[in-house]
């Protein structure tokens, strides 16, 4: 047995004799090879979630140089490769790309089942935004705070992905004709990507 494999020898013994039956010296000749037919365990780690909209996105031979995937044998060496290529599929919101690997040792043995890894990352969603009319108040009148929390509660945000945050901001009060004077309000959006949108609502106060 060599480093965990059975190693076998066999050797021949050669003698040459001429037509007249002398008889030269003999050699010898050794033949080696390993016998092996246990299958190399294979295994496969989770690869962390990628996020959102990621700069780079791992490859087969990166999974395998930095140890994602790795092979055992009673033989010391094993070679490990992917299955295939990449499958990339959709998962709700996300990109899904699996890679499916098997180990093979030096007699040719294959793992006895393959083992895949999943790199998840999702692509930026679209926010879509519905502003409230441009809201038109009196200045004298008592309701007015309420109404304009009202107004403020009428702006919507969808995100088919995630959940989504809205906060909005008030500009400067501009002065109109007379008493009256416009102020612009600014409502945004985020989720979970950390994208963000907004949009303006002209807030009209006569």
């Not at 059975?6 to 080696?32: E, H, M, P, R, W």
């Not at 890894?117 to 679209?126: A, E, G, H, M, P």
């Not at 009060?173 to 959006?189: H, R, S």
């Amino acid at each position: 047995v060599m480093n965990g494999c059975k190693l076998f020898v066999k050797t021949y013994l050669f003698t040459g004799i001429d037509a007249c039956g002398n008889q030269g010296d003999s050699t010898s000749v050794s033949i080696q090879f390993t016998y092996d037919t246990t299958k190399p365990v294979i295994n496969c780690l989770p690869y962390p979630d990628l996020g959102c909209d990621p700069e780079f996105i791992p490859d087969a031979q990166f999974l395998i140089d930095n140890g994602f995937v790795t092979a055992t044998d009673n033989c010391p060496i094993v070679t490990i490769g992917l299955v295939g290529n990449p499958v990339t599929t959709v998962e709700g919101c996300d990109t899904v790309r699996t890679f499916t690997f098997k180990a093979i040792d030096e007699c040719g043995n294959n793992s006895a089942t393959n083992c895949s890894i999943k790199v998840r990352w999702r692509v930026q969603t679209q926010i879509d935004l519905t502003c409230p009319d441009d809201l038109v108040l009196d200045c004298i009148d008592p309701t007015n705070p309420s109404q304009i929390e009202t107004w403020l509660g009428q702006f919507t945000a969808e995100d088919n992905c995630s959940s989504v945050t809205t906060t909005f901001s008030f500009g400067p009060q501009v002065p109109g004709c007379g008493d009256t004077y416009t102020q612009l309000v600014t409502f945004f959006a985020s989720d979970t990507c950390i994208k963000s949108r907004g949009i303006t609502s002209l807030c009209g106060y006569i």
